[in-house]
T-cell receptor, first 112, second 111 residues
């Protein structure tokens, strides 16, 4: 059974049109992460939630926002997608900060 | 901040052993991880090692940690074509409170 679910798996949006990516987990983990991964590169952490506490990486553009309405769900909002935002977006969870991270299958975003 | 480096490519023949190497800079890294990523998929945790260990074995996988040299390796015995993927090394940065990933090693297994 899938433990970290991401929807949709593929998302096509237009330049400048807001888009929301979704992540849900059945593990009841405290921490949820959003990573951006471009082709042949390491995943880049955008931000994470420890419970309801939001932690933004210093170099994450303001164009990227996140919401965590409850333990199970976390959303990534891209307010005005640019061509450079086309990437794979990975959601991950962990019970506490240092423990193993469980990754979802990712959402591949295409910006036209 | 922490820096994690890996060689980018490795090619082996089916049945041979593969050794993927990784170096890191933060001596306070408590956990070191190996993840596998197949095309178009998320990252799958293969194994991890705590910093007070030198070696960990899990079936075909052997992780060696040289803490003095800040060097981590992943050995895959009897490598199969299904092992072809990108392998990421990652360290838990205690000070930053997050994981730092290497750029990944693309393993190609030839029949």
């Amino acid at each position: 059974d899938a433990m970290v679910i991401q929807n949709p798996r593929y998302q096509v949006t237009q330049f400048g049109k807001p888009v929301t990516l979704s992540c849900s987990q059945t593990l009841n983990h405290n921490v949820m992460y959003w990573y951006q991964q471009k082709s042949s590169q390491a995943p880049k952490l955008l931000f994470h939630y420890y419970d309801k506490d939001f932690n933004n990486e210093a170099d994450t553009p303001d164009n990227f926002q996140s919401r965590r309405p409850n333990t199970s769900f976390c959303f990534l909002d891209i307010r005005s997608p640019g061509l450079g935002d086309a990437a794979m977006y990975l959601c991950a969870t962990s019970r506490t900060g240092w423990e193993t991270q469980y990754f979802g299958p990712g959402t591949r975003l295409l910006v036209l | 901040g922490e820096d994690v480096e890996q060689s980018l490519f490795l090619s082996v023949r089916e049945g041979d052993s593969s050794v993927i190497n990784c170096t890191y800079t933060d001596s306070s890294s408590t956990y070191l991880y190996w993840y596998k990523q197949e095309p178009g998929a998320g990252l799958q945790l293969l194994t991890y090692i705590f910093s007070n260990m030198d070696m960990k074995q899990d079936q075909r996988l052997t992780v060696l940690l040289n803490k003095k040299d800040k060097h981590l390796s992943l050995r895959i015995a009897d490598t199969q074509t299904g092992d072809s993927a990108i392998y990421f090394c990652a360290s838990w940065d205690t000070n930053a409170g997050k994981s730092t990933f290497g750029d990944g090693t693309t393993l190609t297994v030839k029949p």
